[in-house]
């Protein structure tokens, strides 16, 4: 028998979607700590999570998606503070003083104490192109966490405001589980904080 | 006693019911004989008024017919040969075997045409068959004999006897029955005389002459047709002094000889067991049916004794397919088949299935390929039914079934493949595929063209159909004279037209434009002889086109017998091995392109896409649809 | 009211995966098997149809390295071909198995598990009797659209020998509507048949227990929904994965059930005639279900709720039920009649063999069914219709 009749298959990569989530986890991770300060609800939600708590949304697998090429070129407080995407990682750390740092997408030398991992692109895709909701797809399994499980529902309220804040209704609606009614986030506070979120995260 | 004259035939023939131990005399319809010649076409038009479909082969009802053909008995060259045609119990369907022999001889000359069995004996019978009818005698002192002692025996009460030997009376499912040094090898006949509890039939002889009709003309057909076979080189020369196996250089050349169960097309062994070694080695010497021309058969002294020498077929699939290249031990199986009377190409196959299936595991024998040890003893056990001899003796598909291994069961509806790999003869594929009885060599000899005489090309597909329709209608024809298959060489080849054009002209407008170059083809020598012996007026050309379409009739009869059965489609196929796998033989490790053949193949047919004859093909041929 | 047995077992292995992108989750299915490097086996009509590409996308941005694709099984598995892929396996160092098809596809996949995980070279010992025990390499199956009903179940059927081992269930069972949308409406009937007679046998035969009615039920409600439009329309994802589904299901059920009349006497008749079962269960089907009422066997209310929703459930009568029952199964297998045309072969069928299925099938039920029993409905199944 020849086996080389059968040779082995590499499976290849989708680059355009890596990019896309790394850009919307840069995004999100960016808006993150700017909403913890201007949305009351959020700040208590972050609150309720311990100090010097570090987590991450990231990716599987992890080897599968190192750090894109043009890190090692950037300066290392870049890549520190995160000011451009450059992985499928969004690193989150909360200080001892309870306020929200993003941290880039470098796993590097941290300790994480809760990690939500997309089982693969794919369903990072699901989530972040908006065909699915954040809450369905948990249910659908489509994510797993490490850690303590009530820190993640946290976390997903969190993401659920923050999407709001950042996507036009038409496309929220089908990204949280809920879209606040009008009593809930007055519009005049949405958009006011829209501005801000997007101009304090993206700016400075 | 001055034997009666028969001038042209006899019209009669001898209806048998075994159960009631009577018999009749049956008149053979004149239409019939002209839509269906005699021989095989009119054996399964008598079968087919006789036998209900779904019956159980070695059941009462199923019904052997011996035809003997109008040739038989005039002299005419090569016609020592008669057809049996039944419901085979290895296939299931029907299956028609044709045989030399001095039965049929006897059979014509003791005044019958044909010959029908009904029914079931309730004890071994054999019987004695005259001008008169037919005798019924206790054969309790015969059964357990083999065919040899048992046709001693016979032939005491007549000319020609045909016998079972112990594997009939087994039912091994690919006994057979012999008639003098010949035999009815293929589907498994001799089970359904042993389930018949027939042990043999001896047919007197002698009682009548068949003379022609148009004497003049028969005589002067026959000068024609023994200068055809003188000058070609096949009847006159390679099969004349090497008998069949003159066929092994030629195939392992052509790389279409079956090797390891068809794993491979050629080996380098393959000249010990060709028939210009065995004719040096054995002495050889004729041994022929009569009245013959070519003398294909040969006897030589093998182990210090006269032995038959084994033909092509046994050679190729007890030989190479085994990896065997002693011709001597190859005879000593040989001789037992004849002793137990088996057909030997089922067996070389079912002997190879079995040990690939040792080989991985899936059954457990002593057999191994290239070795000797176990053989002769597995060909008893199978013959007497002991221990895995049994499930063997149902033929490799039944085995297959029941222990694995359908990848290598070599056979096609049940019937295992002569000693040709259509992988280096794809047309020869298709033959095979769309034969009647199963995996027949016999259908539609292809693969001469393409193997041997370069005049067509071995992988093309292009009408492929064609050629294959062409030769199955002619063979089927020739079968129903009855006249023996090898003249087609002589026949087809000598005269002028083909003889005289160049061998790659010839190939060049057979591989674009076979219809034309088929059809060029002159085939008048054998309706000629028919019709001079009946006394029909002999129309040239347009009588050799009804000739043609009386075998195209025959061959969709016992399709349209088959299809009753449940063939369709789904049968015309291939053994796995020949579709997917490839050869080291062939650099580019073809397979063979079955399906657009199949397809082709069933519209020049008249058959639908599953391929059935539609009722307009059925209607168009005459044939009353039951 | 649910009858509680005394005594059952239950068995059904798999983890099921079914919906959009499943196929994306067998990486992370494979790690959590530490595997890294599965071969694929498939057929050539699936590598044909482009589903062999779709499949591969589905390793994208993952570490896996497919080892290989031995795409030689077409309708036959058998321990030739299932040496030369334990070959590969063993050439590419592989660690795990994934079947990419149904059917042989599958029963190779299993016999090529067995050989590497117990590094043999044939399955002679385990024909003879011994069951492999240890657990054996992941496998795990995609099946495509035509099942046959034992893909998933702890059966294996390698040269026409069958063999049963709880160690032969597969890992998981990655359903996604890429890789089962049909290939022709022949194929999804035949799977829809079969899976019905499943579940209708699982469901109503002698010691049946809750874990089967759990999963017959489902497989009867989605058949009853999907069956008759689906069958003909294999381009209709959703009916496909229904389908595909409801024949999970349904082969989870039956295979911790007793056999059934219908797919013992399918089963010996395929053998003996080389017809698919799945054409001749369109047959025997209606023929086992006359048989039933004729006998007026009592069917549990359940297969009606099955079958035709509450609201008919709720509004037939106590002892109506069951006869209710027996028709729309009747209907259902009508339905196919279109797509599924009972074949003129198999009506073509030797009378002659009929007696030897008989006795077969009989064999095989361990004295459940007589040999008149089966000889009556193979009789009634063959008899070619009036019109």
């Not at chain 3, 079969?194 to 874990?211: C, K, R, S, V, Y």
């Not at chain 3, 069958?231 to 024949?247: E, G, K, Q, T, V």
């Amino acid at each position: 028998m020849n086996i080389n009749k059968y040779p082995e298959v590499k499976p290849g990569r989708k680059p355009l979607k890596r990019i896309y989530l790394a850009i919307m986890l840069w995004t999100v991770g960016k808006a993150i700590p700017v909403a913890a300060k201007v949305d009351p609800e959020i700040k208590k939600e972050f609150e309720k999570l311990p100090k010097n708590f570090t987590l991450r949304l990231m990716v599987q697998p992890e080897r599968a998606f190192p750090l894109f090429f043009y890190t090692k070129m950037l300066p290392g407080f870049v890549v520190k503070n995160g000011m451009l995407p450059y992985g499928l990682q969004m690193i989150l750390h909360i200080d001892a003083q309870g306020k929200v740092h993003y941290q880039g997408a470098d796993p590097r030398g941290k300790k994480f104490d809760l990690s939500m991992a997309f089982k693969n692109l794919e369903a990072a895709m699901m989530i972040f192109s908006f065909r699915e909701s954040t809450p369905t797809g948990y249910a659908h399994d489509r994510f797993v966490v490490e850690g303590y499980l009530p820190c993640a529902t946290t976390f997903m309220r969190v993401l659920d405001i923050v999407q709001v804040y950042l996507l036009p209704k038409i496309i929220a609606k089908r990204a949280v589980k809920r879209y606040p009614k009008w009593f809930e986030m007055p519009p005049w506070r949405k958009h006011i904080n829209r501005i801000i979120i997007y101009l304090r995260a993206f700016t400075f | 006693m001055q034997a009666k004259t028969i001038t042209g035939t006899s019209n009669r023939a001898l209806e048998i019911d075994l159960t009631s131990r009577t018999f009749r005399e049956v008149r053979i319809n004149e239409t019939d004989l002209e839509l269906y010649l005699g021989g095989k076409g009119l054996g399964l038009k008598l079968l087919y008024d006789r036998l209900t479909p779904g019956v159980d082969p070695l059941g009462p009802d199923n019904k052997i017919v011996f035809s003997t053909g109008v040739l038989l008995g005039t002299g005419a060259p090569c016609s020592g040969r008669f057809e049996a045609v039944t419901k085979s119990p290895l296939t299931g369907i029907m299956a028609s075997a044709s045989c030399g022999g001095p039965f049929g001889m006897a059979l014509k000359t003791s005044g019958w045409d044909a010959l029908i069995l009904n029914g079931k004996a309730e004890a071994p019978t054999y019987l004695v068959i005259n001008s008169e009818g037919v005798q019924f005698k206790a054969a309790d002192g015969l059964w357990g004999k083999d065919t040899d002692s048992a046709q001693d025996e016979l032939l005491k009460e007549g000319n020609g006897a045909l016998v079972i030997g112990q594997a009939g009376e087994n039912l091994v499912r690919f006994a057979n029955i012999r008639s003098g040094h010949r035999f009815l090898g293929r589907g498994g006949m001799g089970a359904v005389l042993g389930a018949k509890k027939i042990k043999g039939i001896v047919a007197k002889g002698g009682e009548v002459k068949i003379v022609p009709v148009d004497k003049k003309k028969f005589v002067k057909t026959n000068r024609k047709f023994f200068k055809a076979i003188e000058q070609n080189p096949m009847t006159s020369g390679s099969f004349r002094y090497f008998g069949t196996n003159a066929n092994v250089n030629p195939s392992n050349a052509a790389g279409i000889l079956p090797v390891r169960n068809f794993t491979g097309g050629s080996h380098g062994e393959a000249h010990k067991i060709s028939g210009e070694t065995m004719a040096e080695r054995f002495k050889t010497e004729w041994d022929t049916c009569k009245p013959c021309v070519i003398k294909c058969g040969h006897k030589g002294t093998i182990k210090g004794q006269k032995r038959h020498i084994p033909e092509y077929e046994t050679m190729g699939l007890l030989g190479p397919n085994l990896e065997i290249f002693d011709p001597e031990v190859i005879s000593d199986w040989n001789e037992l088949c004849s002793y137990y009377g088996m057909d030997t190409i089922t067996l070389g196959g079912t002997l190879a299935w079995a040990m690939e299936a040792t080989e991985k595991g899936l059954i457990q024998t002593q057999l191994k390929f290239g070795a000797t040890e176990g053989v002769a003893e597995m060909i008893r056990d199978i013959a007497l039914g002991n221990g895995i001899g049994k499930d063997l003796a149902m033929g490799s598909r039944w085995a297959s079934k029941k222990y694995g291994g359908e990848d290598f069961a070599m056979h096609v509806k049940g019937l295992e493949l002569a000693a040709y790999d259509p992988r280096g003869a794809v047309g020869q594929g298709l033959s095979y595929a769309t034969a009647n009885r199963g995996a027949c060599h016999l259908s539609g000899y292809v693969l001469a063209l393409e193997a041997y005489f370069g005049m067509a090309s071995p992988h093309a597909t292009r009408w492929k159909h064609y050629m294959v329709k062409y030769f199955e209608d002619a063979f089927a024809a020739m079968n129903s004279l009855h006249i023996c298959q090898f003249t087609a060489f002589a026949v087809q080849l000598e005269p002028p037209l083909i003889k005289l054009t160049a061998d790659f002209v010839i190939k060049l407008l057979n591989q674009n434009l076979s219809p034309l170059a088929l059809n060029l083809m002159d085939l008048s020598l054998w309706p000629e002889l028919w019709h001079s012996i009946l006394g029909k007026r002999y129309i040239p050309y347009l009588s050799m086109l009804k000739f043609r379409k009386a075998g195209e009739r025959v061959h969709v009869l016992e399709r349209y017998m088959n299809t009753r059965e449940g063939i369709s489609k789904k049968d015309d196929t291939l053994p796995r091995r020949l579709l997917y796998e490839g050869r080291k033989c062939d650099a580019k490790e073809r397979t063979v392109p079955l399906e657009p053949m199949l397809e082709k193949y069933y519209k020049l047919r008249g058959f639908d896409a599953n391929g059935i004859p539609t009722k307009k093909t059925l209607k168009r041929l005459g044939i009353e649809i039951k | 009211m649910m009858p509680m047995p005394d005594y059952y077992e239950f068995l059904n292995y798999p983890k099921i995966v079914s919906g959009q992108f499943a196929l994306e989750n067998i990486p992370s299915e494979l790690d959590g098997y530490h595997a890294q490097k599965p071969l694929v086996i498939t057929s050539k009509s699936i590598v044909q149809r482009g589903l062999t590409k779709q499949f591969v996308k589905a390793f994208y941005d993952s570490t896996v390295v497919l080892g290989g694709i031995y795409d030689e099984v077409r309708d036959y598995a058998g321990i030739s071909q299932a040496r030369e892929a334990a070959q590969l396996y063993k050439a590419r160092g592989c660690d795990a198995l994934i079947a990419l098809g149904n059917g042989p596809v599958v029963d190779l996949a299993k016999a090529v598990n067995i050989l590497v995980s117990e590094n043999l070279d044939h399955l002679g010992p385990h024909f003879d009797g011994a069951a492999p025990a240890r657990p054996l390499k992941p496998l795990i199956v995609v099946p495509a659209c035509s099942f046959n009903g034992w893909e998933a179940t702890h059966a294996m059927t390698v040269d026409n020998r069958r063999l049963v081992a709880d160690a032969l269930y597969p890992a998981a069972v990655f359903i996604d509507e890429r890789i089962t949308i049909g290939c022709c409406p022949e194929c999804l009937a035949e799977t829809g048949i079969i899976a019905l007679a499943q579940a209708f046998e699982a469901m109503t035969a002698d010691g049946h227990n809750p874990m089967i009615d759990a999963l017959a039920h489902p497989a009867l409600n989605l058949l009853a929904q999907h069956l008759a439009n689906g069958a003909p329309r294999p381009s209709d994802s959703s009916a496909c994965m229904a389908l595909a589904n409801a024949a999970t299901m349904a082969a989870a059920a039956f295979c911790n059930a007793p056999p059934g009349m219908a797919h013992l006497l399918t089963e010996a008749l395929g053998r003996a005639t080389g017809i698919a079962p799945g054409k001749l269960m369109a047959i025997i089907l209606p023929a086992v279900i006359d048989m039933l009422q004729e006998q007026r066997t009592p069917i549990k209310d359940d297969v009606l709720l099955a079958l035709a929703g509450l609201e008919q459930f709720a509004t037939s009568a106590g002892p109506d039920r069951g006869r209710s029952s027996l028709r729309i199964m009747l209907t259902l297998v009508d339905s196919l009649k279109k797509t599924l045309p009972a074949l003129r072969e198999a009506f073509q069928i030797q009378r002659h063999l009929l007696d030897q299925v008989a006795h077969e099938a009989a064999g095989n039920s361990a004295g459940r069914f007589t040999v008149p029993q089966c000889l009556t409905v193979l009789t009634q199944a063959i008899q070619e219709p009036a019109s």
